[in-house]
């Protein structure tokens, strides 16, 4: 509690946009001496805010609170689109709102910000990877979009030898033997037992679960400044598909719908070329935007998503070409 306090009695609170006038053309970016050349997308699979970062104590994210000193926090950002898990995935990783089918049998239209990155960079497919603990997200490694259909695919790993779901613990394992192993560029990672966890209407459940991903995004954090293949070049971004119903529309059971409770999620950033200790409340930025940015991180253009560059958390702006 006390650590909580004196970290916010340091915090900045960004209260002004120094973007305003910067368009969200690719070519009109020119990135001066970014240091990022590789991103890690951590997508906690369906907590609430109320339970996270608005939790009064932030009791449930003590890991979160000491990194907070090195990251960015959006406090504000949104799910405007479908609040289900394929959907919020698909656009996180497209730029784009597709309202998908939830059961994992509807491949998204528009290509994902992996075949760009393959394709723009001419790397070959383990240099960006899919790792979930749910099988079913294997179907965003692909489009439908007849210029992208099977072409430039990340590997997958989305789940045990029988295609069934598996822990967040083994899915961690798993990111770690990748990285070992492969040294990508790009990974999204999906840790699910949060929204299991809720579906179930297990409270107890529900809440040692936020505090295990809560450890988890440390140990992910720790593993890569330990590896000199990552440290101080890599961003790690921790996101969620979606929230849950609020008290006044449900409760924490389930999700899907438009009220606060499920669009509200999480946008916290560590990073090289990103703000540090800082709380950002501006902006209207929101779950296709980010990625945008991390075309920008990574210097490749997405020509079908039609997010926005999350401005504001970048140390150096941006010079108009």
């Known amino acids: 509690m006390r650590l909580f306090f004196v970290l916010i009695s340091f915090m900045l609170i960004s209260c002004t946009n120094d973007y305003e006038d910067f368009t969200e053309n690719f070519d009109d970016y020119v990135p001066t001496s970014l240091k990022t050349e590789n991103v890690i997308i951590l997508v906690i699979d369906g907590p609430r805010m109320s339970e996270t970062w608005n939790e009064p104590n932030k009791q449930y994210i003590p890991d979160r609170i000491k990194?907070?000193?090195e990251?960015?926090?959006?406090?504000?950002?949104?799910?405007?689109?479908?609040?289900?898990?394929?959907?919020?995935?698909?656009?996180?990783?497209?730029?784009?709102?597709?309202?998908?089918?939830?059961?994992?049998?509807?491949?998204?239209i528009n290509p994902s910000l992996f075949q760009y990155f393959l394709k723009d960079k001419k790397l070959p497919n383990d240099k960006a990877w899919i790792i979930a603990s749910k099988s079913k997200?294997?179907?965003?490694?692909?489009?439908?979009?007849?210029?992208?259909?099977?072409?430039?695919?990340?590997?997958?790993?989305t789940g045990n030898a029988n295609n069934t779901n598996r822990t967040d613990v083994l899915t961690i394992e798993s990111f770690k033997n990748t990285l070992t192993k492969s040294s990508p560029n790009l990974v999204m990672i999906n840790l699910k037992d949060v929204d299991i966890a809720g579906h179930e209407n297990n409270w107890d459940g529900y809440i040692e679960a936020i505090k295990n991903t809560d450890r988890q995004i440390k140990e992910v954090w720790d593993f890569i400044q330990s590896d000199a293949n990552y440290k101080d070049k890599t961003t790690l971004i921790v996101t969620n598909d979606h929230g849950r119903h609020d008290?006044?529309?449900?409760?924490?059971?389930?999700?899907?719908?438009?009220?606060?409770?499920?669009?509200?999620?999480?946008?916290?950033a560590i990073g090289p070329?990103?703000?540090?200790?800082t709380i950002i409340n501006l902006g209207n930025y929101e779950q296709k935007d980010i990625a945008k940015t991390i075309g920008i991180l990574l210097n490749f253009p997405l020509e079908n998503s039609d997010g926005k560059v999350i401005k504001d958390i970048f140390i150096n702006p941006y010079f108009i070409r």
């Open 137 to 157: 997200l294997k179907v965003l490694a692909n489009c439908t979009d007849p210029k992208w259909k099977d072409q430039y695919l990340p590997k997958i790993d």
């Open 247 to 268: 008290d006044d529309n449900g409760g924490f059971q389930s999700h899907g719908d438009k009220c606060k409770g499920c669009q509200h999620i999480e946008f916290f």
């Open 67 to 69: 990194l907070m000193q």
């Open 273 to 277: 070329d990103f703000k540090k200790n």
């Open 71 to 108: 990251g960015v926090l959006i406090s504000n950002f949104m799910n405007k689109g479908t609040t289900l898990t394929v959907s919020g995935h698909s656009s996180i990783l497209n730029g784009t709102y597709e309202n998908l089918d939830n059961n994992g049998t509807e491949t998204p």
